[in-house]
């Protein structure tokens, strides 16, 4: 069975870090693309960063890009998100995803994880 689990979620601080963690089983983790993406409270689902196997071609969205990095240990079969000045605007449940190919951006996403809500706020 197929399963991704993130942890490292909870509260963080306007300007802190976070980092979260996707573990992911029941597949071989190194031949897929992989994905993180989220959705604030009340609004729809965003993508926010995506690698390819082998970690090439990591790309993050402009609303994250400069504060959050995508990044993969495929001995340990886990896809990480290193969250940096952080924002209120970055609460919201996050959300690591499987695809179904190697390059994230010809395909699509098929598998999810349960989700980890990171709220920002003092």
């Known amino acids: 069975e197929v399963q991704l689990v993130e942890s490292g979620g909870g509260l963080g601080q306007p300007g802190g870090s976070l980092r979260l963690s996707c573990a992911a089983s029941?597949?071989?983790?190194?031949?897929?693309?992989m994905t993180w993406v989220r959705q604030a409270p009340g609004k729809g689902l965003e993508w926010i960063s995506g690698?390819?196997?082998?970690?090439?071609?990591?790309s993050q969205a402009e609303s994250v890009k400069g504060r959050f990095t995508i990044s993969r240990d495929d001995a340990k079969t886990t896809l990480y998100l290193q969250m940096s000045s952080l924002k209120p605007e970055d609460t919201a449940v996050y959300y690591c995803?499987?695809?179904?190919?190697?390059?994230?951006?010809?395909?699509?996403?098929?598998?999810w994880g349960q989700g980890i809500l990171v709220t920002v706020s003092s």
């Open positions: 995803a499987k695809h179904n190919y190697w390059n994230w951006r010809n395909s699509v996403l098929e598998v």
């Open positions: 690698i390819n196997m082998g970690g090439r071609d990591a």
């Open positions: 029941g597949f071989t983790f190194s031949n897929y693309a």
